[in-house]
T-cell receptor, first 115, second 109 residues
Framework: EAGVAQSPRYKIIEKRQSVAFWCNPISGHATLYWYQQILGQGPKLLIQFQNNGVVDDSQLPKDRFSAERLKGVDSTLKIQPAKLEDSAVYLC?????????????FGPGTRLTVT | DAKTTQPPSMDCAEGRAANLPCNHSTISGNEYVYWYRQIHSQGPQYIIHGLKNNETNEMASLIITEDRKSSTLILPHATLRDTAVYYCIAYNYGQNFVFGPGTRLSVLP
């Protein structure tokens, strides 16, 4: 089966600019996650969707970050305006919680550099 | 915060078994132990998970102590391609994965 797809793979922007990332989860996976991974650290959950509804966005900096999953499939994560500390890899993952103890499947990530 | 603690780094000779420890002394009875690894410039990859019993698949073996306070991931014959950061996570249905910094395994030729 096809894995989680993300684009772009790399993005360089200046601070105060806007950027958007796209994710296409594994077919049939209702649950979608966005993580932020700063260099040298483990991934940190930003937001979790169940179909097109938000389950957990407690760690999403809502003053500048937004995410949507309008049709319950693809998702976009936006940063507006970007700060230097937003430089990180943004990972998308999906899972099928109908399957007992289902793990999460991760995409390759988007590496964002804010200058 | 992560419920697990791991050594920050380990080395292993190519062809030998790599044994990666994980402490999870506060794990609850219905939480599973999941292992993921992350090779440079890739997303995390699922390896194995278990609750109480030891588990084995084509990638690795997972040994969980009887009191469930710690576990060991075993890569039986490490290759250079196993060089990665390995994450041990305590997880149950409905929770979120909380990643710690993991163990950076270097497989040496």
């Amino acid at each position: 089966e096809a894995g989680v797809a993300q684009s772009p793979r790399y993005k360089i922007i200046e601070k105060r600019q806007s950027v958007a990332f796209w994710c296409n989860p594994i077919s049939g996976h209702a649950t979608l996650y966005w993580y932020q991974q700063i260099l040298g650290q483990g991934p940190k959950l930003l937001i979790q969707f169940q179909n097109n509804g938000v389950v957990d966005d407690s760690q999403l900096p809502k003053d500048r970050f937004s995410a949507e999953r309008l049709k319950g499939v693809d998702s976009t994560l936006k940063i507006q305006p970007a700060k230097l500390e937003d430089s990180a890899v943004y990972l998308c993952a999906s899972s099928d919680l109908r399957k007992a103890r289902s793990g999460q499947y991760f995409g390759p990530g988007t590496r964002l550099t804010v200058t | 915060d992560a419920k697990t603690t791991q050594p920050p780094s380990m080395d292993c000779a190519e062809g030998r078994a790599a044994n990666l420890p994980c402490n999870h002394s506060t794990i609850s009875g219905n939480e599973y132990v999941y292992w993921y690894r992350q090779i440079h410039s890739q997303g995390p990859q699922y390896i194995i998970h278990g609750l109480k019993n030891n588990e084995t698949n084509e990638m690795a073996s997972l040994i969980i102590t009887e009191d469930r306070k710690s576990s060991t991931l075993i890569l039986p014959h490490a290759t250079l391609r196993d060089t990665a950061v390995y994450y041990c996570i305590a997880y149950n249905y409905g929770q979120n994965f909380v990643f710690g910094p993991g163990t950076r395994l270097s497989v040496l030729p």
